[in-house]
């Protein structure tokens, strides 16, 4: 264990190098550059507003903040487990050379995506201030379940990372997966339209929920997240790492035969 | 004395996917009906070797010998299926040059990204950026992107960058067949000057000429199995009479 600490510590700078490779080429030859990251999901939640304030009326006080919150961990959920499925495999042509850390790409890919959440963050605070949302206390609570959603998908990443090198499938199914939850989560709608018990429990086993709504309770509602929403999202996360990691390391010495 | 690298009764074996099998579906329809078969490919069978520290030790045999695979395990990239490695020191590997590039970077970049993949700290590199430019002689080209370079300038680079620290073990596998001569002259020097420092070098070559004149010791391999180890003098006679 304390030798596994050590070759992390002095794979460090990998780590970071890594995520400034993926900075620099996302935005590379853009004229906005890393702007782009509060740009586009400001444009996004300007077109689901237009969407849903013509198609759908939801009772929702403010709803571009409760638009852009849940899209943005959305957001952040699909984009950092569907670039960590890939990392391994891309990475095969270094990992058949020399000996790195194999974690290291799919958790480069989680800490890439959080960060370029963390910008888009500049987003929903602009759309707070335009649309003169109160400014809680509880506000600073909200990197709680931010965090525990970090852990959350890295866990998930690692897994699908490991599944994607022996089945390529897992990387077509996972999108369909994807757009079950977008649809399970209230992202757009309010969670008031669950009708019925069935629903109402269902919609909340999908960890993502959890994310969600104490996150938005910070932000919107002024409250500290309950000990509840901290303990759920909590155990999910520590599920979801516990058995990412436990796949990875078993099958990890295997992956330089089938990639 | 303890010799630096053990290779203890090393045997590696790789599945040779008769038909392949990707999809989950395809998986589970031949499982079900037991033709699930994989021929399996021994490349190395039980080989031992053990290089003494500041050894210049050789690596002979043909193609698909299982020089490489030797190599790559001492490397820590492949995990043997049986025996073991011991490896008592820091390596560079040099099996082939430039992996870990990223095209679109800049050469800049680059040095920090590929230091940072051999597992240098970012104060050493900062440390050694000069040096590593300097041994590769490419100041003027450093801010631009790699996929305009020729492969001999990203040799250089990867070269420079994979041998700046004094490491205790250098694993050379025909390096010095890249870039021009020069160049080549300047990489062989460089090798001496680690030797002479001290750093233990394994080095596969196809040049047996070469091996006669760098290495001390050698390992002659042919279908992963050793057939000769020992004085890389009495090695390499051996197989150029065969050959």
Same mark, same amino acid.
């Given at each position: 264990?304390?030798?596994? +600490?050590?070759?992390?510590?002095?794979?460090?700078?990998?780590?970071?190098?890594?995520?400034?490779?993926?900075?620099?080429?996302?935005?590379?030859? @853009?004229?906005?550059?890393?702007?782009?990251?509060?740009?586009?999901?400001?444009?996004? +939640?300007?077109?689901?507003?237009?969407?849903?304030?013509?198609?759908?009326?939801?009772?929702?006080?403010?709803?571009?903040?409760?638009?852009?919150?849940? &899209?943005?961990?959305?957001?952040?959920?699909?984009?950092?487990? &569907?670039?960590? +499925?890939?990392?391994?495999?891309? @990475?095969?042509?270094?990992?058949?050379? $020399?000996?790195?850390?194999?974690?290291?790409?799919?958790?480069?890919?989680?800490?890439? @995506?959080?960060?370029?959440?963390?910008?888009?963050?500049?987003?929903?605070?602009? $759309?707070?201030?335009?649309?003169?949302?109160?400014?809680?206390?509880?506000?600073?609570?909200?990197?709680?379940?931010?965090?525990?959603?970090?852990?959350?998908?890295?866990?998930?990443?690692?897994?699908?990372?490991?599944?994607?090198?022996?089945?390529?499938?897992?990387?077509?199914?996972?999108?369909?997966?994807?757009?079950?939850?977008?649809?399970?989560?209230?992202?757009?709608?309010?969670?008031?339209?669950?009708?019925?018990?069935?629903?109402?429990?269902?919609?909340?086993? &999908?960890?993502?929920?959890?994310?969600?709504?104490?996150?938005?309770?910070?932000?919107?509602?002024?409250?500290?997240?309950?000990?509840?929403?901290?303990?759920?999202?909590?155990?999910?996360? $520590?599920?979801?790492?516990?058995?990412? @990691? $436990?796949?990875?390391?078993?099958?990890?010495?295997?992956?330089?035969?089938?990639? | 004395?303890?010799?630096?690298?053990?290779?203890?009764?090393?045997?590696?074996?790789?599945?040779?996917?008769?038909?392949?099998?990707?999809?989950?579906?395809?998986? %589970?329809?031949?499982?079900?009906?037991?033709?699930?078969?994989?021929?399996? %490919?021994?490349?190395?069978?039980?080989?031992?070797?053990?290089?003494?520290? *500041?050894?210049?030790?050789?690596?002979? *045999?043909?193609? *698909?010998?299982?020089?490489?695979?030797?190599?790559? /395990?001492?490397?820590?990239?492949?995990?043997?299926?049986?025996?073991?490695?011991?490896?008592?020191?820091?390596?560079?590997?040099?099996?082939?040059? #430039?992996?870990?590039?990223?095209?679109?970077?800049?050469?800049?970049?680059?040095?920090?990204?590929?230091?940072?993949?051999?597992?240098?700290?970012?104060?050493?590199?900062?440390?050694?950026?000069?040096?590593?430019?300097?041994?590769?002689?490419?100041?003027?080209?450093?801010?631009?992107?790699?996929?305009?370079?020729?492969?001999?300038?990203?040799?250089?680079?990867?070269?420079?960058?994979? /041998?700046?620290?004094?490491?205790?073990?250098?694993?050379?596998?025909?390096?010095?067949?890249?870039?021009?001569?020069?160049?080549?002259?300047?990489?062989?020097?460089?090798?001496?000057?680690?030797?002479?420092? #001290?750093?233990?070098?394994?080095?596969?070559?196809?040049?047996?000429?070469?091996?006669?004149?760098?290495?001390?010791?050698?390992?002659?391999?042919?279908?992963?199995?050793?057939?000769?180890? *020992?004085?890389?003098?009495?090695?390499?006679?051996?197989?150029?009479?065969?050959?």
């Amino acid at each position: 264990m304390k030798t596994k +600490m050590g070759t992390f510590w002095r794979y460090r700078f990998l780590l970071t190098n890594l995520i400034g490779r993926d900075l620099k080429i996302k935005y590379r030859r @853009s004229k906005l550059g890393i702007r782009w990251s509060v740009l586009n999901p400001l444009l996004m +939640m300007l077109v689901l507003t237009a969407v849903f304030s013509a198609f759908f009326r939801f009772d929702i006080p403010n709803y571009p903040v409760y638009l852009l919150s849940g &899209n943005l961990l959305f957001t952040f959920f699909n984009d950092s487990t &569907n670039a960590a +499925m890939g990392s391994v495999l891309y @990475s095969a042509p270094l990992i058949k050379k $020399v000996y790195v850390p194999k974690y290291i790409f799919p958790l480069e890919k989680s800490c890439f @995506s959080f960060i370029n959440m963390l910008f888009s963050m500049v987003a929903l605070l602009m $759309v707070m201030l335009i649309t003169r949302q109160k400014f809680h206390p509880s506000i600073v609570a909200a990197i709680v379940p931010l965090f525990l959603m970090f852990i959350f998908c890295m866990g998930i990443g690692l897994f699908l990372s490991a599944a994607a090198i022996y089945f390529r499938d897992v990387m077509h199914f996972w999108t369909v997966i994807v757009m079950a939850l977008n649809y399970a989560t209230p992202i757009f709608y309010p969670e008031s339209i669950w009708n019925g018990t069935f629903m109402a429990v269902a919609g909340k086993l &999908n960890p993502l929920y959890w994310y969600v709504s104490t996150f938005r309770g910070c932000i919107i509602d002024g409250l500290f997240p309950s000990t509840l929403q901290i303990a759920l999202c909590a155990i999910f996360a $520590v599920i979801s790492l516990v058995v990412g @990691s $436990v796949m990875f390391r078993k099958t990890q010495d295997n992956f330089i035969l089938y990639i | 004395m303890k010799p630096i690298i053990s290779v203890n009764n090393v045997s590696m074996r790789f599945n040779l996917a008769t038909e392949k099998v990707d999809s989950l579906k395809e998986y %589970f329809i031949k499982l079900t009906k037991g033709s699930l078969k994989f021929e399996e %490919f021994w490349a190395l069978k039980d080989v031992s070797i053990d290089v003494m520290p *500041g050894d210049f030790y050789g690596l002979v *045999g043909l193609n *698909g010998s299982g020089k490489s695979t030797l190599l790559k /395990t001492i490397a820590g990239v492949l995990k043997p299926t049986k025996g073991s490695v011991t490896v008592g020191g820091t390596i560079a590997p040099l099996i082939e040059l #430039g992996a870990g590039f990223d095209m679109d970077l800049t050469a800049r970049e680059n040095i920090y990204l590929n230091g940072a993949v051999l597992g240098f700290s970012k104060k050493f590199m900062d440390e050694h950026f000069q040096e590593i430019v300097d041994f590769s002689e490419l100041h003027n080209f450093l801010d631009v992107p790699l996929k305009n370079y020729s492969s001999g300038m990203v040799a250089r680079i990867a070269f420079a960058i994979a /041998t700046v620290t004094d490491p205790d073990i250098l694993i050379a596998d025909e390096v010095l067949a890249v870039g021009d001569y020069t160049f080549q002259q300047k990489c062989e020097k460089r090798m001496k000057q680690l030797i002479d420092n #001290g750093t233990t070098v394994l080095f596969v070559s196809h040049s047996i000429e070469q091996v006669k004149s760098l290495c001390n010791k050698a390992t002659w391999l042919e279908h992963g199995k050793i057939i000769m180890s *020992g004085d890389a003098q009495t090695v390499c006679d051996e197989y150029s009479k065969r050959y």
